[in-house]
């Protein structure tokens, strides 16, 4: 019984203390001991901006998408461990799992505040911040769902409202999705008062016009991405969209990177050195010695442009040159020279006359990638030639390497003509990456069942 009241009083001592300790907490307990000054709740809209600019430019425009779409396209080989399997079309759900979750945490998601933030900072409204968060969801919306179609987006944004579980939107619905997101984006650059002006932002520098003209061309890109599933009309909408769109090289949507802050390619190859320069796009640029060359492929052991065999496992062929893997070099998000040849393309396929066009798209490329016009070259080689389908393909296939722009190209127009690599694990090139295996764990009964041989809704 002694026991039994020891023990009882003993709680109960135990029970006081507790209450004193609780009591007392706010005058000897730091109340910010649990604040993570790494972490701040809230953060402004001028640091949110190059955060979201930089995740974009580093996953989206020069990590592991460019380098596996790049190695499809045999622009890039992989020539040793996980690289060469890719390159041989073994993609796994594991392998996108970075990729996946980190355009729906870093871009998407803090984009989505960006924008909140802007509509109502303190009851004012900065429509350029919202209209700049807008065109950064849009680019990544369509580099995503060019690569995985159907995706989880109009829930996947609400686990306050307790969807945990998203429905995956179709890629129909995602197209119609990012129009309505550019068109808000160009009607917020065309608003006449703004609250907050704009800082931090590493593209433009807050020149709204340039980020009007953005949004025009990602709007072209993919407005030229549904001639599949639109015929003419799709030819037509991107001319109309081009029309206000990049007007030269000075507008080009690129994310730099400095001394402290690498390119990614740069940083993989420092690391990894995984990926060698294909021998397609090396031996395409030989033929008619493209000014090019030197700056998409570095010089090998031997001081030759050597491009690597897909499956060779060449490790001396040369490696990506100092336009694509710099460490300063800028990760290209969508340039002049693009725009200029979904114009031409369009041209040709409505039966316009196409040819000036592509001439400029050429020289906007040579001057974007060496910094000279090189006009000698391009009156031997490329003005006069009679355009065609493929001619406007293939310089585009050089000119777009290091984005993901030619792999989307091919599965439309089947341009270039990429043979098989030897030892290939599919009997054609896939024709779409597979859903990420976290996606799979936390929401499989969502996720549809695909194959990467799959073709998307657009690849009519």
Known sequence: MKKYIYNIFKVLGLAFVFVLILSSCSKWID???NTDPDSPADVP????VPAIQQSLGYNMAGNDDVRVTNMWMQQFDGVVRQSLNQAQYTY?????NNLWNTFYTEIFMNAKVLIEKAENTEGKVSPYYAGIGRVLVAT??????DLFGDMPFSEAFRGTENILTPAFDTQEQLYDTLFIILDAAISDFNATENAVAVSGDVVYHGDIAKWKKAAYSIKARHELQLAGVNGSAAYTAALAAAANGFSSVADDYMVPWESSNNNPIFQFMEQRTDIRMGAPLVDLMKLNDDPRLPFLVAEDANGE??????GSLNESASKPGAYLAGATAPSVIMSYAELLFIEAEAKFMLGQDAQSTYEAAVAASVLQITGDANQAWLDDNINGVPVTHELIMTQKYIATTGTNQAYSDYRRTGLPVIALPPDAVLPAMPTRFPYAQDEMTYNGANVPSVQISDKLWWDQ
Do not use: C, E, Q, R
């Not at 809209?45 to 949110?48: A, G, I, K």
């Not at 990544?140 to 769902?145: A, H, N, R, Y």
């Not at 442009?305 to 897909?310: A, F, K, L, N, Q």
């Open 140 to 145: 990544t919306l369509g580099i995503s769902t």
């Open 305 to 310: 442009y050597t491009g690597s065999i897909i």
């Open 92 to 96: 796994l759900p594991a392998d996108v």
């Open 45 to 48: 809209m001028s640091l949110m």
């Open 31 to 33: 109340t910010k001991i």
